[in-house]
């Protein structure tokens, strides 16, 4: 689970009484996506022609861009998420990355979903390869828009226990 029982007005758009405007959004939306096709290769690498998690990618992108119904790009990220299910490990977390990736223009909140799955595919097989699993946590960080990059912070210090700590360890 790693969405909060009480969500932060900051996360929520203006247009359903919180504080997170279109752009805003969007950059999220972009960065989630990036987080989620930085780790694309450990789940291609088992399935090579399950093109979903591929798919709500570009979905994520496209509703960003504005090219895209949300509903369109949530059903992407569901499928995407169904890829995962049967599978074990990085390749595993690394399709639920991406699902929820195209769910963040549903939540916004779900940035931080393909953020700390991506970090679990990065921290291997065995999961407890936590360099690595920083190393990708670092990237990310690297990445943030200056525009979002306080609010994320801020996102991940609070909700890191319900992520699995992947943000602080």
Known sequence: MILPEVR?????????????TDDHHRLLALWAADC?????????????D????????????????????MMEARAL???AM??????????????Y??????????????????AAYAIKAARGPSGKDL??????RD??????PSEVRELVLEDQARRDPICWFVFST
């Open 8 to 20: 932060d007005p900051r996360m929520i758009t203006l247009r359903r009484g919180g504080s997170l």
């Open 82 to 95: 169904g890829a995962a299910r049967p599978l074990r490990g990085p390749a595993r977390f690394a399709a």
């Open 131 to 136: 360099a690595a699993g920083r190393a990708e």
């Open 36 to 48: 989620a096709d930085h780790v694309l290769p450990v789940f291609e690498e088992t399935l090579p």
């Open 97 to 114: 990355a991406a699902g929820q990736a195209a769910c963040v223009g549903h939540v916004a909140e779900h940035d931080l979903g393909a």
């Open 77 to 79: 990220g569901g499928h």
């Open 50 to 69: 399950d093109v979903r998690p591929r798919e709500a990618i570009a979905a994520a992108r496209a509703w960003a861009a504005g090219e895209m119904p």
């Open 139 to 144: 990237r990310q960080r690297d990445r943030l």
